[in-house]
């Protein structure tokens, strides 16, 4: 298992490297960059601050020079300096990180908290009238895209009952930037983000468990005498919950393309609306360090999911 | 014209073991470690072993959809080991195979006359017309009706599938067919039509069999000269009548005096071999055998046994009879 | 094995000669597609929504692009604009109904695209397996890690017109990699079917294994993929246009029109702004799941 971890951590090198090669040519072969727009024309000679500026960021040296002195830099730790924001990438991390985390893990909690009980009490009673009901319901909200039932949250819970913000990660005023603080900006989003991938757990979790509640030795667990309830929850409760678990791996790329979508929408200064706000200005540091943290989440992720498979799963060995 | 139809020389096919972080290949493992024997016209080889002994594996390499890793496949004094693209394509006209599951060896999304139309498409045989017409009699000749080239694979039964999947390796007029456990899917009334439909296709069509089956009835029924193989290697190579008379090698003799005899010749004592099948990734040095054999001497633990003819058309490798 | 194999295995020969027409496995199939309540509605419910948006001149006169100055930002107001006016004195519905021709043509023209490509290079790389398989993947991966949005960007500010057709080529060029994996995993599974097997042994060549032997079989799983791809295409133009990333504002689809209700204004007092998108996208998203999940059930009875 430590062997294959380690091949996999060692992949993952070359595959960041060429992203970060991409993703430098990309942003070097649109038109115009991060100074190009901030010109004021009160200044006596624009064009002037412009190649200034540039020279100063070392923009006008040829491109592989420049991609040799960023990978240096941020092989070293070093993610350079904002463009426009004119602070170190890293210190703009930070607090994206954090309040994307919180987004993370406040989602993907609602998600298990609601998903998988109801999963579990459709399969207890499948065909039922409680099964069909709730079946059909999550379908319709995993049926509706997270943007528009952030549109009916806002209009909810933000705009008539004013119960939770719609805008930024943190408020104002006494009591700002609390966990408190942190928790009630993160609600509507992160709310917009569990409902729809809910469904998918529960309907996971629903199929999962009648799945194995038809195999052999779950009948064998009745027959010699167990309870439901004992049957239910050691013997196919237990074996259910493989297929699910592995979900939670793969979920990290929904969540960070969920994020970016509704951080825009939220104005959530989280690592989505940092990557948006730095693709508008074309801030490349920001682009460069916020796309390779996307990436290895994305990758991490992935691997998870494989480990948690083989840890849940002891038929598994990776090697 | 060459003596025989196929020879296999020194036939291997090792499959590579990785581990590490780098996939270093750490090991093989030796599903065919030098299988040699010849196959004359008009002959049914039968080849039996316990699963994974590499049978399956010698015949997949025979109709090339498994590359060996080393050795030789020479079939009418062509060697076709290394036969790629065009000339192997031209080349599998000789050689077809019959395939063990009815339910997995036909595409169930294609009509009957589809797939047994295909191999004349392929090899630009036969107009459209004249491919439906050889379609209608290629299922009356395995015993099936013309009409039923309309139906598709789900409507029929299994025995009724092993026909297609027989009329199917007939199509291109092949001088050999490997079949792999062709009957061993089917129930034991079934076992004997379809017995009986490839000994009555073998003396119209004048074709040859590798008959791969670890059921020693079937493979006694069947065969002219059987082979016996263990753990990637021919053990035992004779007539029919002459192996199962006269067994040479201790694994034959323990592998016969496990079938049930059906008169009561009583003159067998059953031999129960000690242990289990080596992994064939760690074959046992020497003779593959000696860690199970009775009659085990020094020599089996060191040296392999050379494949030798014993008696005339009767070859083994066994340490008990070299000189 | 599949009950609907083992129970119709053996009909008597006078029985087979009776039956006039042979119902080949996909024909079956579709059959059982029809019988599914849900599956029909939604295909119907569909089948309207494109009829609608193709037959927008007959539905409304108004044309998209026409502002209507004397009537900017007006409500509901029958018969002149059913669905109000926005601040340029565009009729909502206009917009509606023909950025429904927007999104529809993004995706199924995407679908088709994305679908080729997936069961081109999927089907290379489960057959072929090997460097091949590992070359594909790598690039898999690397689009499934790429950040796409970036790609988009870039893509508009080179190409001085922003037009549907360039967003159709964007998303072509970077929503292929999930299908593909998925793709590849099918054909990988068929690579050891005896069938496949046995057509290599007859001489059929990688083409015609890919394309005859393979791609029947995985038909099912397909459609299933192929009509969620139509559905998130129709997710994705929409995210694009809330971000910002979509074709100009000018240019009539859903996700633009939906966009207006980022203003917390429009969003609390005009519904008639953005609920019409909003229902539409979902509507059009929940048939193509119902959909998907009647193909699923009718190509795999197995299946619960």
């Not at chain 2, 006359?113 to 017309?129: F, W, Y």
């Given at each position: 298992m430590v062997t294959y971890i380690t091949r996999r951590l060692l992949g993952m090198i070359p595959?960041?490297?060429?992203?970060?090669?991409?993703?430098?040519?990309?942003?070097?072969?649109?038109?115009?960059?991060?100074?190009?727009?901030?010109?004021?024309?009160?200044?006596?000679?624009?064009?002037?601050?412009?190649?200034a500026l540039e020279q100063a960021a070392g923009l006008d040296r040829p491109l592989p020079w420049q991609y040799w002195h960023w990978l240096q830099q941020f092989v070293t730790g070093n993610m350079g300096n904002s463009f426009t924001l004119h602070r170190p990438v890293a210190e703009l991390l930070g607090p994206a990180l954090e309040n994307t985390l919180m987004l993370a893990v406040l989602a993907e909690a609602m998600i298990i908290v609601l998903g998988i009980p109801i999963g579990i009490w459709q399969a207890r009673k499948p065909y039922s009238?409680?099964?069909?009901?709730?079946?059909?319901?999550?379908?319709?909200?995993?049926?509706?895209?997270?943007?528009?039932?952030?549109?009916?949250?806002?209009?909810?819970?933000?705009?008539?009952?004013?119960?939770?913000?719609?805008?930024?990660?943190?408020?104002?005023?006494?009591?700002?930037?609390?966990?408190?603080?942190?928790?009630?900006?993160?609600?509507?989003?992160?709310?917009?983000?569990?409902?729809?991938?809910?469904?998918?757990?529960?309907?996971?979790?629903?199929?999962?468990?009648?799945?194995?509640?038809?195999?052999?030795?779950?009948?064998?667990?009745?027959?010699?005498?167990l309870s439901e309830n004992r049957v239910f929850f050691k013997h196919v409760f237990r074996n259910a919950m493989i297929p699910v678990v592995t979900q939670f791996g793969f979920d990290i790329g929904n969540l960070v393309a969920g994020a970016v979508i509704l951080e825009g929408l939220f104005s959530y200064q989280g690592m989505g609306y940092l990557f948006l706000q730095a693709v508008y200005n074309r801030d490349y540091p920001v682009i460069m360090a916020t796309t390779l943290i996307f990436a290895v989440a994305i990758l991490i992720g992935n691997l998870v999911a494989d480990v948690l498979y083989a840890v849940v799963d002891p038929r598994i060995r990776y090697n | 014209m060459s003596e025989f139809l196929l020879e296999v020389v020194d036939l291997k096919k090792y499959f590579p073991i990785t581990a590490g972080v780098f996939r270093r290949t750490i090991g093989h493992v030796k599903a065919v470690d030098g299988v040699s024997f010849k196959l004359r016209h008009g002959e049914t080889l039968g080849l039996?072993?316990?699963?994974?002994?590499?049978?399956?594996?010698?015949?997949?390499?025979?109709?090339?959809?498994?590359?060996?890793?080393?050795?030789?496949?020479?079939?009418?004094?062509?060697?076709?080991?290394?036969?790629?693209?065009?000339?192997?394509?031209?080349?599998?006209?000789?050689?077809?195979?019959?395939?063990?599951?009815?339910?997995?060896?036909?595409?169930?999304?294609?009509?009957?006359?589809?797939?047994?139309?295909?191999?004349?498409?392929?090899?630009?045989?036969?107009?459209?017309?004249?491919?439906?017409?050889?379609?209608?009699?290629?299922?009356?000749?395995?015993?099936?009706?013309?009409?039923?080239?309309?139906?598709?694979?789900?409507?029929?039964?299994?025995?009724?599938?092993?026909?297609?999947?027989?009329?199917?390796?007939?199509?291109?007029?092949?001088?050999?067919?490997?079949?792999?456990?062709?009957?061993?899917?089917?129930?034991?009334?079934?076992?004997?039509?379809?017995?009986?439909?490839?000994?009555?296709?073998?003396?119209?069509?004048?074709?040859?069999?590798?008959?791969?089956?670890?059921?020693?009835?079937?493979?006694?029924?069947?065969?002219?000269?059987?082979?016996?193989?263990?753990?990637?290697?021919?053990?035992?190579?004779?007539?029919?009548?002459?192996?199962?008379?006269?067994?040479?090698?201790?694994?034959?003799?323990?592998?016969?005096?496990?079938?049930?005899?059906?008169?009561?010749?009583?003159?067998?004592?059953?031999?129960?071999?000690?242990g289990d099948v080596p992994s064939p990734s760690n074959p046992?040095?020497?003779?593959?055998?000696?860690?199970?054999?009775?009659?085990?001497?020094?020599?089996?633990?060191?040296?392999?046994?050379?494949?030798?003819e014993v008696r005339a058309g009767h070859w083994t490798a066994c340490h008990l009879y070299e000189q | 094995m599949p009950a609907h194999l083992t129970s119709s295995a053996t009909p008597s020969p006078a029985a087979v000669s009776r039956r006039r027409t042979v119902k080949s496995p996909t024909r079956l199939a579709l059959e059982r597609f029809l019988r599914n309540r849900a599956a029909v509605g939604s295909l119907v419910v569909l089948c309207l929504i494109v009829l609608a948006s193709l037959c927008a001149p007959l539905l409304t006169h108004w044309d998209p692009s026409y502002q209507d100055l004397m009537n900017t930002d007006s409500p509901p107001v029958w018969p002149a604009h059913p669905l109000g006016t926005d601040a340029n004195g565009i009729d909502y519905l206009a917009r509606d109904l023909y950025g429904g021709r927007v999104d529809f043509l993004i995706g199924f023209v995407d679908m088709a695209v994305i679908m080729l490509i997936s069961i081109v290079l999927g089907g290379l790389a489960g057959f072929y397996g090997g460097w091949v398989d590992a070359v594909i993947m790598r690039i898999v991966d690397f689009m499934m890690n790429f950040p796409f949005l970036l790609l988009i960007i870039v893509l508009q500010s080179?190409?001085?017109?922003?037009?549907?057709?360039?967003?159709?080529?964007?998303?072509?060029?970077?929503?292929?990699?999930?299908?593909?994996?998925?793709?590849?995993?099918?054909?990988?599974?068929?690579?050891?079917?005896?069938?496949?097997?046995?057509?290599?042994?007859?001489?059929?060549?990688?083409?015609?294994?890919?394309?005859?032997?393979?791609?029947?079989?995985?038909?099912?799983?397909?459609?299933?993929?192929?009509?969620?791809?139509?559905?998130?295409?129709?997710?994705?133009?929409?995210?694009?246009?809330?971000l910002g990333f979509d074709?100009?504002?000018?240019?009539?689809?859903?996700?633009?029109?939906?966009?207006?209700?980022?203003?917390?204004?429009?969003?609390?007092?005009?519904?008639?702004?953005?609920?019409?998108?909003?229902?539409?996208?979902?509507?059009?998203?929940?048939?193509?799941?119902?959909?998907?999940?009647?193909?699923r059930d009718a190509f795999d009875p197995c299946f619960d």
């Open positions: 595959m960041l490297f060429a992203i970060s090669v991409f993703v430098f040519l990309l942003m070097h072969m649109a038109p115009g960059n991060a100074f190009t727009a901030i010109l004021d024309p009160r200044l006596k000679d624009p064009e002037q601050l412009q190649k009238a409680f099964d069909y009901a709730s079946s059909t319901a999550l379908f319709v909200v995993y049926s509706t895209p997270y943007y528009i039932l952030a549109f009916f949250l806002i209009y909810f819970f933000a705009i008539e009952l004013q119960w939770f913000p719609a805008q930024n990660a943190v408020g104002t005023g006494p009591g700002a930037g609390s966990l408190v603080d942190h928790l009630h900006h993160a609600i509507l989003p992160a709310l917009s983000l569990a409902l729809s991938s809910f469904a998918v757990y529960s309907r996971f979790t629903r199929a999962s468990m009648l799945d194995v509640g038809r195999l052999d030795y779950v009948r064998t667990a009745y027959a010699k005498g | 039996v072993g316990e699963s994974g002994c590499g049978k399956s594996t010698t015949g997949r390499m025979i109709v090339r959809i498994l590359q060996p890793t080393q050795g030789r496949i020479v079939f009418e004094g062509h060697d076709i080991t290394n036969l790629r693209g065009r000339r192997l394509r031209d080349m599998r006209r000789q050689f077809q195979m019959v395939f063990q599951d009815p339910f997995a060896s036909l595409n169930p999304k294609m009509a009957v006359g589809d797939i047994l139309a295909e191999p004349l498409v392929i090899h630009r045989i036969a107009s459209r017309r004249e491919a439906d017409q050889r379609v209608c009699e290629l299922l009356e000749t395995v015993g099936l009706r013309a009409e039923d080239r309309l139906r598709y694979p789900h409507e029929f039964s299994g025995g009724q599938r092993q026909r297609i999947g027989i009329a199917r390796a007939l199509a291109l007029n092949p001088k050999l067919i490997v079949a792999d456990e062709a009957v061993s899917a089917l129930d034991v009334s079934m076992q004997a039509q379809i017995l009986n439909l490839l000994t009555e296709l073998k003396r119209t069509f004048r074709l040859s069999y590798i008959f791969i089956s670890h059921n020693l009835a079937v493979v006694r029924h069947i065969s002219d000269r059987v082979g016996v193989m263990y753990l990637g290697q021919l053990v035992e190579l004779a007539g029919k009548a002459d192996l199962f008379n006269n067994p040479l090698h201790p694994y034959t003799e323990a592998l016969l005096s496990a079938v049930p005899a059906p008169k009561r010749e009583g003159r067998r004592q059953r031999i129960i071999l000690q046992p040095q020497g003779c593959p055998f000696h860690p199970r054999c009775p009659k085990v001497m020094d020599p089996c633990r060191s040296q392999r046994p050379s494949w030798r | 080179l190409v001085p017109a922003n037009t549907v057709w360039l967003l159709i080529l964007v998303i072509a060029a970077t929503g292929w990699a999930n299908i593909t994996r998925f793709m590849r995993g099918l054909f990988l599974n068929l690579r050891e079917a005896e069938y496949v097997l046995a057509a290599r042994i007859v001489g059929a060549g990688a083409w015609r294994i890919i394309l005859r032997h393979m791609l029947p079989n995985v038909l099912g799983p397909l459609m299933v993929q192929a009509t969620l791809l139509v559905a998130n295409l129709i997710f994705t133009e929409a995210a694009l246009a809330i074709v100009p504002v000018t240019v009539p689809t859903w996700g633009n029109v939906l966009k207006g209700a980022q203003d917390f204004f429009v969003l609390q007092s005009e519904p008639w702004a953005w609920l019409p998108p909003a229902g539409l996208i979902f509507l059009t998203i929940l048939c193509m799941n119902f959909i998907s999940d009647g193909l």
